[in-house]
């Protein structure tokens, strides 16, 4: 009795904390059969980042050591801020392909107001703090421009954010003169560069934005309106959502995260180049995919994609410390975003 | 009748561009009462209702609730206003689980984290949803079972249950019975009967008359985007309303 009413309390908690379908309809003897079976289906990410990892492991000894985890968990965790964004605007059922280039010129735009000593940057020498909040309400800015014309005015999401991610990187190109800016102050070189204890402030950072957007997602009512929008934007236009809003607060929420982003590659490299985070935007939407959100919109559970993430970033480490050239290298992530995409066809078909 | 009617919507147009949908359509719906709204392909059925459930607004004409003036600017006043519609094959979210569905759109919140923000309350809505669908005699295995997995039948009723659980006074349905199975459409029309019992009225947008014959009380007929006639059900044939949607006489 004790012991049962333990397990109830505990399934209530994973409840609680979101992860819902972990408790399942149905007859309570059923339970433990539709716990694994909702483990292998929902979560089965989990599993074949494992095996990835256990078939990389037994390739190459240098895969399995400390010091490459944490490369590898320092490289996802700017990819993964990025990809809670990107899910976000998939679970609304739309695309963001400008976060690279948001990436990219946050980069730039926090170089530009706080490096000194260099003709192309701006002198002003700012203090991080203010810099950094500038550098996100321009992420954000850039939310509300796509969301504004993709949700009140209907053009084409993709057609939009492409627009935007030629515009941004051209931006970029403008704040900084064409130029690379490098050494930031120390503070802001913590934040992508820096450790708090064992573990990189990024990761700390990454993990921290993991809970918070999956709190949103599950607990408050944006984030079921953002699932019911992606899941049936007629049903919930027809109940008094407002579609457009939900719309724009996603997108601005994707800005935002780019916008972090690139406040946490620039302070890892310390240094801002103009070809920051190109590519990123389609290394999320391949995370987010592998991770289980579908790109049809409204499915899929967020922390599912730190694993879309992580596999990403395990294979391209992996094939790198394989010697595997870097041509091949290209090929293999397109197979395996192929793949991850027609996973999720099938997935739909099989309902 | 004396009675003041519930919904009244008084010489209703709607254009769309050069199209006239509506033109000067009279609609009223008296309390407890099954109307449908019966007509050809295009006679402005759909539309006629999308205007009562705040989804456009009409080009010319007055909308009365109860006696009052109102003016919808979108579906969330008509909500408000207790109308809810039910549309043909968009009334749920397949994604979303039962319990959310009975309560999309208005999902239940309580504070959290000592009062700094507010979650959604999902035991509470699971709790309601359940009584929810004991009011609409519906069997459905668990409120958290995603609406995906449910018959046509089981998702008619999971939104028959949410209007009725937003205290709807008056359920708007079209073509509820395209999708469902001969089975299925005979427990829809009990639920009909029930709602008219619950004080609910109830607006009936069907082609199939034998099921029209069989709910409603007054029969409207559309043709070309005017009302050609107010039959009560019991006064007529569904030949003679077979005649009036194909000949207009």
């Known amino acids: 009795m004790e012991n049962k009413l333990n397990s109830e309390s505990f399934l209530e908690k994973i409840n609680l904390f979101g992860l819902k379908s972990l408790v399942i309809s149905g007859a309570k003897k059923d339970k433990l059969k539709n716990v694994v079976r909702i483990i292998v289906l929902d979560y089965s990410i989990w599993i074949i980042l494992f095996g990835i990892v256990m078939i990389l492991s037994s390739l190459t000894s240098r895969f399995l050591t400390t010091v490459n985890l944490m490369n590898i968990l320092l490289h996802s965790s700017i990819l993964g801020v990025v990809v809670i964004g990107e899910s976000i605007c998939l679970l609304s059922g739309k695309f963001d392909l400008s976060v690279g280039s948001t990436v990219g010129l946050s980069g730039a735009l926090a170089a530009w107001l706080m490096v000194t000593g260099q003709p192309a940057a701006s002198g002003w020498a700012l203090h991080p703090i203010p810099a950094i909040l500038i550098v996100l309400l321009v992420g954000i800015g850039i939310g509300l421009f796509n969301g504004f014309f993709i949700a009140k005015v209907g053009m084409n999401p993709l057609l939009t954010t492409l627009a935007s991610m030629i515009f941004l990187r051209g931006m970029a190109l403008i704040v900084t003169s064409g130029e690379s800016l490098y050494n930031f102050p120390p503070s802001y070189q913590f934040l992508g560069g820096g450790t708090i204890g064992p573990v990189p402030t990024a990761v700390v950072i990454m993990l921290a934005l993991y809970i918070i957007f999956h709190f949103i997602l599950n607990c408050k009512k944006i984030g079921r309106h953002i699932y019911i929008v992606g899941g049936n934007p007629e049903a919930a236009r027809a109940c008094g959502i407002s579609v457009e809003k939900v719309v724009m607060l996603a997108f601005m929420m994707s800005g935002f995260l780019a916008a972090v982003g690139g406040i946490l590659l620039s302070s890892r490299l310390n240094s801002a180049q103009t070809i920051s985070g190109s590519g990123m935007e389609l290394d999320a939407i391949a995370a987010s995919v592998i991770g289980g959100i579908s790109l049809q919109g409204g499915r899929g559970i967020l922390l599912n994609t730190i694993a879309g993430v992580l596999v990403i970033e395990s294979i391209r480490t992996g094939l790198v410390l394989l010697d595997v050239p870097a041509f091949w290298i290209r090929c293999t992530m397109g197979f395996v975003i192929f793949l991850a995409i027609l996973m999720d066809t099938l997935k739909v078909k099989l309902k | ?249």
Request: aromatic share 4%; charged share 30%; hydrophobic share 45%.
């Open chain 2, 1 to 249: 009748m004396e009675k003041i009617p519930i919904i009244k919507m008084v010489n209703i147009s709607k254009n769309f561009g050069a199209v006239k949908a509506l033109q000067d359509v009279n609609f009223e719906v008296y309390p407890c009462e099954v109307v449908a709204l019966v007509g050809d392909n295009g006679a402005g059925k759909s539309t006629l209702m999308k205007i009562l459930a705040g989804v456009y607004p009409p080009s010319r004409g007055e909308i009365f609730i109860e006696g009052e003036k109102v003016n919808f600017t979108s579906p969330a006043d008509a909500i408000s206003r207790g109308i809810q519609m039910i549309y043909q094959d968009l009334a749920v979210a397949d994604n979303i689980d039962v319990a959310g569905n009975i309560f999309l759109g208005r999902e239940l919140e309580k504070k959290a984290l000592g009062g700094f923000t507010k979650i959604i309350d999902k035991k509470r809505m699971e709790e309601l949803a359940w009584e929810a669908l004991e009011r609409v005699k519906i069997n459905i295995g668990s409120v958290r079972e995603k609406v995906e997995n449910l018959s046509g039948g089981q998702r008619q009723a999971v939104a028959i249950a949410r209007a009725i659980s937003a205290k709807a006074k008056i359920i708007i349905m079209d073509e509820p019975a395209a999708a469902l199975g001969v089975k299925e459409t005979h427990e829809l029309l009990e639920l009909i009967k029930d709602l008219k019992e619950k004080k609910i009225a109830v607006v009936y947008i069907s082609h199939r008359l034998e099921n029209i014959f069989e709910v409603s009380d007054r029969v409207i007929v559309l043709k070309g985007g005017k009302r050609i006639a107010d039959r009560q059900t019991k006064d007529t044939t569904m030949e003679k309303i077979r005649q009036l949607i194909v000949e207009g006489v």
